[in-house]
C-alpha cells in the first residue's frame, strides 16, 4: 500500500495563478481530509469528506474547493492564489472511529 | 465549534527526564486523538481515547482521558532524542471535521 500519496510535492505559484493539489489514498479509507500548517502553528482545517459524493467546509475554507468523485482521490483546488495561502498543505485519511493517516505535504508558496 | 487548549506551548526537557502535555477543552469531548510530527515531517497517529478516564500506553507513554471527558494528558517517561518533535491532541465527533489543538513542541537537552 502507498498510503497518502499527495503530489506536487513542492510548488511555487504568482498572486491569482490557480491550480490543484492532488491526493489519492489507497487504503478504501471513508474519511479524506484537508489541512493546511504555517510555519509554527498547528494545523488548521480546510474542507473535509466523509465518503465519495459529500464534502464539508472546515474551519478555513476561503479561496478553497473541494471534490470527491471518488473514495480514492481528494483533489483540493486553489482558485487565486494570494501570498495568505502560502502553507504546507496535509491531506489526511482514515476510517470511521480511527486515526488519520498522512500524506507527506504540499509545501506551496505564492509570490 | 469545540476548541481544545493545549499546554504548555514549548518544553525543554534534559535526555531522561520526564514530559506531559496537556490539551482542555470547555466542552464534553466525543473523543480525543494524539498525534506526532516529528521536525520536517507529517503528523503521525499516537491513539485514540473514548471513554471516560481511560488510561492508555504505549511503551513510555501514557494517555489519559479525563473523567469528566474535558481533558486529555500525555506523558512520557525518560525522554529520548527519538522523542523529539511536537504532539498534537485532535477532536472531532466520530471522526469527522477533525480539529487539531495547538501542539506542544518538545526539545531535548543531550
Known amino acids: 500500500n502507498a498510503g497518502v500519496t499527495q503530489t ?24 479524506m481530509s484537508w489541512y493546511r500548517q504555517d510555519p509554527g502553528m498547528g494545523l488548521r482545517l480546510i474542507h473535509y469528506s466523509v465518503g465519495a459524493g459529500i464534502t464539508d467546509q472546515g474551519e478555513v475554507p476561503n479561496g478553497y474547493n473541494v471534490s470527491r468523485s471518488t ?35 504540499t509545501r506551496l508558496t505564492v509570490v | 465549534g469545540q476548541q481544545v487548549m493545549q499546554i504548555p506551548q514549548y518544553q525543554h526537557v534534559q535526555e531522561g527526564e520526564d514530559f506531559t ?25 499516537l491513539i485514540q481515547l473514548v471513554k471516560s478516564g481511560e488510561v492508555k500506553k504505549q511503551k513510555r507513554l501514557t494517555f489519559q482521558f479525563g473523567e469528566a471527558k474535558k481533558n486529555s494528558s500525555l506523558h512520557i517517561t525518560a525522554t529520548q532524542t527519538t522523542d523529539v518533535g511536537t504532539y498534537f491532541c485532535a477532536q472531532g465527533r466520530g471522526n ?11 526539545t531535548i537537552i543531550p
Open chain 2, 96 to 106: 469527522e471535521k477533525l480539529t487539531f489543538g495547538t501542539g506542544t513542541r518538545l
Open chain 2, 21 to 45: 502535555t496537556y490539551c482542555n477543552s470547555s466542552t464534553t469531548l466525543s473523543n480525543i486523538q494524539w498525534y506526532k510530527q516529528r521536525p520536517g515531517g507529517h503528523p503521525v497517529f
Open chain 1, 71 to 105: 473514495t480514492e482521490d481528494f483533489p483540493l483546488r486553489l482558485l487565486s492564489a494570494a501570498p495568505s495561502q502560502t502553507s504546507v498543505y496535509f491531506c489526511a485519511s482514515s476510517y470511521r472511529n480511527y486515526g488519520y493517516t498522512f500524506g507527506s505535504g
Open chain 1, 8 to 31: 506536487p510535492k513542492f510548488q511555487v505559484l504568482k498572486t491569482g495563478q490557480s491550480m490543484t493539489l492532488q491526493c489519492a489514498q489507497d487504503m478504501n479509507h471513508e474519511y
